[in-house]
């Protein structure tokens, strides 16, 4: 039996319009205005965490305010978050097929709500978010947990994600990898990719 282990933000939720609207927003109230192209690029080859801490280190704002900022904006916006084109109907023919679903993302408490107000939540066994406390990505702990707890067969798990990171947390935790990468993507392959795949369609 097969596994589905899906990342969010990129993946299965188009919102990093979102996400870099409050991330400028909070880079802006420290004084530094960085164009909507950089942070994207920024945000999508290493992390949000990792642009945050950039802008704290070009200002004299802190990380935790920054991130503090940050979370008010982006929580505003929330209702904004819509699927991925061909989201649903992916979750659908491969749970048809015998699939199971999971999540695990870095997003937090706004994980639930945005899938259960999408008409998705249903789909997933588990959906292990920031909130677990597991490190963040490329540690592969966070799929560890839902192999262990769910005696999934890495053989036969998939992690799907939008970044290298999220091929690198698969390679981790030792199961498959799938990089979701359009053709305008900022993200580079990393050469651990078991597939590669324009949209997710195509899975």
Not at 25 to 50: C, F, M, P, W, Y
Not at 63 to 74: A, I, K, S
Not at 142 to 171: F, H, N, Q
């Amino acid at each position: 039996m097969s596994a589905y282990i899906w990342d969010l933000d990129g993946t299965l939720l188009d919102s990093y319009n979102v996400i870099i609207r409050a991330a400028m927003q909070a880079a802006a109230e420290a004084g530094i205005h960085d164009s909507a192209e950089d942070v994207l690029k920024k945000v999508k080859r290493a992390s949000l965490t990792a642009y945050l801490k950039d802008v704290s280190e070009r200002s004299h704002s802190t990380y935790e305010n920054l991130n503090e900022d940050y979370r008010r904006y982006t929580h505003s916006l929330d209702e904004e978050i819509c699927l991925m084109p061909h989201a649903k109907e992916v979750l659908e023919r491969l749970q048809k097929s015998g699939a199971e679903h999971y999540v695990f993302t870095h997003r937090g408490a706004s994980s639930q709500p945005i899938l259960q107000r999408l008409g998705i939540l249903d789909f997933f066994r588990e959906v292990v978010t920031a909130e677990y406390g597991f490190p963040s990505k490329p540690s592969g702990d966070g799929l560890r947990y839902l192999l262990e707890k769910y005696g999934l067969d890495p053989k036969t798990t998939w992690y799907i994600g939008d970044r290298s990171m999220d091929v690198l947390c698969a390679k981790d935790a030792g199961v498959r990898a799938v990089l979701l990468l359009p053709e305008d993507s900022w993200v580079l392959p990393t050469g651990k990719e078991d597939r590669l795949i324009p949209d997710l369609g195509a899975l």
